[in-house]
């Protein structure tokens, strides 16, 4: 028997996640500002709506809802019509609110999962988290409690998180989420050639096998696009690349 996934309906991506996250997981993904975080949990939210009839809700800390339905739109999402139809909520609230009342029996947004059958939540950012405690055992345990108040409602959640480190090393942050949750997807910028372009790695996945292969993607006019891999190139990760040995060598005697 083939077991259940909750798939991006991206294609590709799917791919990599073989065949999607595992429901009722909890799945990080990190990156720099501009990366496409947002835009990618929006479409995780857009294709559970609109291709497997599952309704969403969209819990942000950053923008209020009016945000969102204009930038769902520039993809061709309707969101705001979405929400009419009851089958998407979008929320602005805070982080220590949306905790207090996700742990609470009787609280508003357990209310709205169930009264709406949510089946797939996005949250924007984990890293408004950061703010609630500088203690890192308690802020840990925040986040742990967060997380676990989810996964009890059975919805398969995407977390964003911001790393601002652009290019080289990734900065040291004090959230332990990657080690809480049971995806952790990672977005790049990579200097190429002269030119910036996107990576992702799918780093780990609780359960199922994944994909290890780096892949470029860009963000088109109708959501993300997964591309091939970097063929031929190393330290796609440390954000500055160059080519393999044996690729260098090729390139040399080829320019001859």
Known sequence: ???SR???????LDAMLSGGFLPGSANLIEGAPGTGKTTLAMEFIYNG?????????????EEFPKQYYHDALQFGWDFK???EKNQLKIIFSEPKTALIELEKIDGEFIRIIESMGIKRVAIDSMTHFESLSI????LRELEKNFVNALKREGVTTILLRENDSLLGQMNQVTSKIPFIVDTYILLRYVEM???IRKAMLVLKMRGS???KDIRGFKIATHGLEVESTFAGREGIMSGITHHTPQDAFVNAFRKK
Do not use: C, Q, R
């Open 49 to 61: 709506i609109t291709k497997y009839n599952e309704p969403g809700l969209i819990i942000t800390f």
């Open 6 to 12: 909750s798939p991006f309906g991206i294609k590709a």
């Open 209 to 211: 096998d994944h994909d």
């Open 135 to 138: 203690d890192v055992h308690e």
């Open 1 to 3: 028997m083939k077991e």
């Open 193 to 195: 050639d002269s030119s």
């Open 81 to 83: 019509a979405l929400e």
